[in-house]
C-alpha cells in the first residue's frame, strides 16, 4: 500500500538538497563558530552564509536574524524578549484567540507575571479584524503579534493593514510565519514588521533550526544567557549543520515559491473535486479565497474527527486534527471554536489535509477516494 502523506503543516519531508548540506556540514565542518582557529572560522563562514540567505529572504539586515531552535523558541523570544525589555513603556500585548500554542502560552505565562493581554476574535472567515487591533490599542500596549497565516485553516490574515496601522503606534509587530513563509513573499519593511518567527522543519528543512527576525532598534531581552553567540541574545554554541540545511532550504523555497504554489493549487484542487465526485458531504472550513493554497481544513458532518483520522491511517493516509503539537491528543481546536462558537459540529468532525513535496495529483485522487470512502462509512454508521 502506498502511503500517502497530507500533514505537512505538521511537518515536511527534508529535501534531498537539504539533506545533503546536513551531512556535508556534519562531516566535514566540527569547529565550533566562536573559535578563533581555521576549524572555527569555517563554521561561522556556513553559519553566516545561511544568515545571509535569511535576512535576504525577507528584505532584512544581515544582524537582525537570531537563529533559534525552531517557530516555538523565536515565538518565546519574540514575546518574552520584549515584554522584559518593554515593560518600563507598558504591560499591555494584543494577540489573537487562533495563535498556536507557541504564542498563547507564552501569553498565559506573561499574564501570570502581571503583563494583560487582549485575544482578539475571529470571525467564520478564520481571519481577525484589522480594525480590532485598532480599537484595542492602548497608550501602554508594547506588543502585537498576529500569526502571518494559521496552521490549522491556513487563512491568511490581514498582516499589511495591521503593519500600516501600528505606523502611528509605538508598539512592536510580531507574526508567527512558521506556516507562511516559503509559501507567499514577506518584505519586513512593505509590511512593517518588527519581529517575524521561522521554522526549519516547516519548510523542508531540518528539525531544531528556525529564525527571529528582530528590527534594529527593537529592545528585546534574551532567554537564553551565556556565551555571546547571535550578539549576545541568544547563548549556546549554534547547531551549524541544521543552520546550513535551513539556510539551504530557504534558498529552494524562495527559488521555487511560484511553482510550488501552483503545484499545491492543483493538488488542493484535484483532491477536492474527487471528494465532490464521489458526493461526500463536506464544508470548508474558513474562506478558501484567503488561505494558503497547501493547507485545507473539512468539516464533513456526521463523523468524528478522532475515527476519520484513525480510518485514513489504516488506509496509508496521514492528516490530522489540526494542531499536531499536544502529544498526540486530539483536544478540541481552539481556532474553530474561535470562528464557530463552542458548541459548533464543526469542532468535532474537522480534518485538516496539508500538501507538500513528494505529493501528486494521482495521490490526490486516491487520498480522495479513501477519504469519501471513510467519511460515508463512518457517517452511515452514526445514523
Ligand atoms: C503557526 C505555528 N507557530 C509555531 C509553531 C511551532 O514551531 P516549531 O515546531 O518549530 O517549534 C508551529 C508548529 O506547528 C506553527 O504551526
Known amino acids: 500500500m502506498e502511503r500517502i502523506y497530507a500533514d505537512h503543516a505538521a511537518t515536511t519531508p527534508v529535501i534531498p538538497e537539504v539533506k545533503k548540506t546536513v551531512l556535508e556540514i556534519t562531516e566535514k565542518m566540527f569547529g565550533n563558530p566562536s573559535s578563533i582557529h581555521a576549524f572555527g572560522r569555517e563554521a561561522r563562514a556556513v553559519v553566516d552564509q545561511a544568515r545571509q540567505t535569511a535576512s535576504r529572504s525577507i528584505g532584512a539586515k544581515f544582524h537582525e536574524i537570531i537563529f533559534t531552535s525552531g517557530g516555538t523558541e523565536a515565538d518565546n523570544l519574540a514575546w518574552i524578549g520584549t515584554a522584559l525589555a518593554n515593560r518600563g513603556r507598558g504591560k499591555h500585548l494584543i494577540t489573537t484567540s487562533i495563535e498556536h500554542h507557541a504564542v498563547l502560552k507564552t501569553a498565559e505565562f506573561l499574564e501570570s507575571l502581571g503583563f494583560e493581554v487582549t485575544y482578539l476574535p475571529v470571525d467564520e472567515s478564520g481571519a481577525v479584524k484589522a480594525d480590532a487591533v485598532k480599537r484595542a490599542l492602548r497608550d501602554d500596549t508594547i506588543l502585537v503579534s498576529v500569526m502571518f497565516a494559521n496552521n490549522e485553516t491556513g487563512v491568511i490574515q490581514p498582516v499589511k493593514e495591521i503593519g500600516e496601522l501600528l505606523q502611528d503606534h509605538p508598539a512592536y509587530f510580531h507574526t508567527d510565519a512558521v506556516q507562511a513563509y516559503g509559501h507567499i513573499p514577506i518584505d519586513v519593511n512593505e509590511l512593517h514588521i518588527d519581529l517575524l518567527s521561522v521554522s526549519a522543519h516547516k519548510m523542508n528543512g531540518p528539525k531544531g533550526a528556525g529564525f527571529l527576525y528582530v528590527r534594529d532598534g527593537v529592545k528585546l531581552a534574551p532567554l537564553i544567557h551565556g556565551g555571546e553567540q547571535e550578539r549576545r541574545r541568544r547563548a549556546g554554541t549554534e547547531n551549524v549543520a541544521a543552520i546550513a540545511g535551513f539556510g539551504k532550504a530557504i534558498e529552494i523555497a524562495m527559488e521555487r515559491m511560484a511553482a510550488n504554489k501552483a503545484h499545491h493549487e492543483r493538488l488542493r484542487d484535484a483532491f477536492i473535486r474527487k471528494l465532490r465526485e464521489e458526493g461526500v458531504d463536506f464544508a470548508i472550513n474558513g474562506d478558501p479565497e484567503q488561505s494558503l493554497a497547501n493547507i485545507i481544513n473539512l468539516s464533513f458532518p456526521g463523523t468524528r ?79
Do not use: W
Not at 480534518?351 to 477519504?371: D, P, W
Open 305 to 383: 474527527t478522532d475515527q476519520v483520522l484513525v480510518n485514513l491511517d489504516l488506509e496509508g493516509i496521514a492528516a490530522s486534527s489540526g494542531s499536531a503539537c499536544t502529544a498526540g491528543s486530539l483536544e478540541p481546536s481552539h481556532v474553530l471554536k474561535a470562528m464557530y462558537g463552542e458548541n459548533s459540529p464543526r469542532i468535532g468532525n474537522s480534518v485538516r489535509f496539508s500538501f507538500g513535496y513528494g505529493n501528486t495529483v494521482e495521490q490526490m485522487e486516491i487520498l480522495g477516494e479513501k477519504c469519501a470512502a471513510v467519511v460515508k462509512r463512518l457517517s452511515s454508521d452514526g445514523r
